[in-house]
């Protein structure tokens, strides 16, 4: 999801992209172990966004 759709996004929903972010973290890693993972720079990008996410959940919090 880019930036400017996560800004428009509340705190709540924000917090279950961050959910949905690291089941998809934790398959990328099974498939790692597995020998499966063919887009090894997938990992890097769900653990960036994650950070980003956390990042404006934070911002968000602190404006409140």
Known sequence: ???KELKKL???DLGEHVLALKRE???LRMQKGSGQLTKTHDSRR???EIART??????KQDKS
């Open 1 to 3: 999801m880019e930036l």
């Open 10 to 12: 509340s705190t709540k």
């Open 25 to 27: 973290q934790f398959n």
């Open 46 to 48: 769900v653990r960036r």
């Open 54 to 59: 956390k990042t404006l959940i934070s911002a």
